[in-house]
């Protein structure tokens, strides 16, 4: 359901020459969206692999379906694939799908590091995957779900201090999207004062070792690309979030005619603000000091190159988000939540 809805409503992008999925698989997308080389690099390579004349198949038998005996594949063919699809837009759908489920099983893994019962992993991944679609309120992209699978995987190994696979982990995402060398803020807020300095100052430096030539390389690499680095977007957002539009705006994330409040609607930030903070003095101190540390960097550059209430650009602040509600649904409903203090 989550991954429908993401697809009915933003789907690949195929009409934009900008951040389109043939741009990115052609490696001609507009920059900073080019940086963001990870999928589309899985994608042709999963896509390199699957026999070509019955990937074709697939999609002369799909456009072949009559729309009448299909009232979905209206939207299906018009939003999500584009008048022409090609063959690697089936493979990605199926990556994505992948993606998704291996969400649920990194969240379900994070909820239990976390020293969380097995209630909360059961059923806490599954409740915080339908709230998703509303964080994608002004955009959706082909890596968005794979920075997520990657952000959750790299908290949990943070959390488990499994190095070996923490480090490529932050690699992949650094890969799949240039913020992801923020990933350090979660190393420094939970480890600092629980190692040594000298040791605490190496693992800075390996992320600095691996994140910087990465993004140096595609920077680089795709240099000649149109676009810049980064779009600065500061005075729209001003003039936006001085409007009384972001407070008041509903939209319909899950299907037409079913409203539900913007990111920034009051009635969300309430909901959401409540879910995340209440209590907040009896949550564990590291996954306190971990999500303000995160929010500290990402709120700023979120107001300078962020789209307006687009919240999907704080992703990297979700799975600590999703950590300290859950200790707040425990509270709530006298289930037991310890976690790491």
């Given at each position: ?144 779900f794979p920075e997520l699978l ?91 979030l001085l409007s009384p539009e ?16 913007g990111p920034f609607n009051v ?75």
């Amino acid at each position: 359901m989550v991954l429908n809805t993401f697809m009915n409503r933003w789907g690949f992008r195929a009409r934009s020459p900008r951040y389109g999925f043939k741009a990115l698989i052609t490696q001609g997308a507009h920059r900073p969206f080019v940086f963001r080389a990870l999928t589309p690099a899985i994608v042709n390579g999963v896509t390199s692999l699957l026999p070509a004349a019955r990937l074709e198949e697939i999609v002369e038998w799909d456009l072949a379906r009559p729309v009448e005996d299909h009232p979905s594949l209206s939207a299906h063919r018009r939003f999500a694939w584009g008048p022409n699809p090609l063959p690697s837009q089936y493979v990605a759908y199926e990556i994505l799908w992948a993606v998704v489920f291996l969400l649920l099983v990194a969240m379900r893994r994070l909820t239990r590091v976390a020293s969380f019962p097995d209630s909360f992993a059961d059923w806490a991944p599954i409740a915080a995957l339908l709230v998703l679609p509303m964080s994608f309120s002004r955009g959706g992209y082909l890596y968005d779900f794979p920075e997520l699978l990657l952000a959750t995987v790299a908290v949990a190994l943070l959390l488990e201090r499994r190095w070996l696979l923490y480090y490529p982990c932050f690699a992949l995402a650094c890969l799949n999207k240039e913020s992801a060398v923020l990933l350090v803020v979660y190393f420094l807020a939970l480890h600092r004062g629980q190692m040594a300095r000298g040791r605490l100052g190496m693992h800075v430096s390996l992320h600095t070792l691996i994140g910087v030539p990465i993004l140096s390389w595609v920077r680089l690499t795709f240099a000649s690309n149109p676009g810049a680095n980064a779009e600065f977007q500061l005075w729209d957002n001003v003039r936006f979030l001085l409007s009384p539009e972001p407070w008041i705006r509903f939209w319909d994330p899950y299907g037409p005619l079913l409203p539900f409040p913007g990111p920034f609607n009051v009635v969300s930030i309430v909901l959401f603000g409540a879910a995340t903070f209440l209590f907040w003095r009896e949550k564990p101190y590291r996954l306190r000091v971990a999500f303000v540390a995160m929010m500290a960097v990402l709120v700023p550059l979120f107001v300078l190159f962020g789209t307006l209430d687009e919240v999907r650009n704080l992703s990297l602040a979700f799975p600590m988000a999703y950590l300290l509600t859950c200790h707040t649904a425990g509270r709530l409903y006298g289930m037991p939540s310890a976690a790491p203090s």
